[in-house]
């Protein structure tokens, strides 16, 4: 079983900039795709940046250029650098893991998932 713990998340103006980070519990990390996808209220949750094992990156339309995955696989840390964050960006943004090396954009690709962080962004 693979626990993810989500961090970073919090409440910040257009324009402004938020970190999150992921810490995997897994004995393999270096092995999982990880990804990050975001909920909001009555809506499905949406892919948002993906990256393989061999670092391969991938990102939803609405956040590239502004948002960026990177992952740390001695410290089993994925990360999310989000800038110039707008409003539609408020969500509660997850951690996920999947039994593959290989990253895909659809949650139920994904074995496992954190908890989950708010990010809210005020105009």
Do not use: H
């Amino acid at each position: 079983q693979v626990e993810l713990v989500e961090s970073g998340g919090g409440s910040v103006q257009a324009g402004d900039s938020l970190r999150l980070s992921c810490v995997s519990s897994g004995r393999f990390f270096v092995n999982n795709a990880m990804a990050w996808f975001r909920q909001t209220p009555g809506k499905e949750r949406q892919f948002v940046a993906a990256i393989s094992r061999a670092e391969r990156t991938s990102y939803a339309d609405s956040v590239k250029g502004r948002f960026t995955i990177t992952r740390d696989n001695p410290k089993s840390t994925v990360n999310l650098q989000m800038n110039s964050l707008i409003p539609e960006d408020t969500a509660v943004y997850y951690c996920a893991a999947r039994d593959s090396p290989i990253d895909r954009d659809y949650a139920s690709a994904y074995d496992y998932w954190g908890q989950g962080t708010q990010v809210t962004v005020s105009s």
